[in-house]
């Protein structure tokens, strides 16, 4: 009975082992994919516009360039604006991609 049990426990327990050792790998190359991206603008030694005049915010890559959004700032109550002269939403907020 007693060698039943040893041998019962030695067959098990390399399978228990193989099976932690192969049977919990995760490729390291996994990528979830980014729907929307946030990026936050932060205003210092922006150069002020001249009148009529807009700002607008470009994201470049070495193989493509993305307009984000077109807006102006306001300097003496430090918000951003819409091309209108509205404030914006978002404030500083600028988002690529879609959710």
Known sequence: MFKRNNL?????LPLISSSIFWGCDQPE???????RTNITLNPSKLPTNP????????????????PLAKFGYDFSNTRFLEVDGT???????????TT
């Open 51 to 66: 009148d009529g005049m807009v700002y607008e915010l470009w994201v470049a890559n070495a193989s493509d360039t993305v």
């Open 29 to 35: 190359d996994v990528l979830t994919p980014v729907t």
């Open 8 to 12: 019962l426990f030695l067959l098990i």
């Open 87 to 97: 404030p914006r939403a978002d404030s500083n907020h600028f988002f690529l991609g």
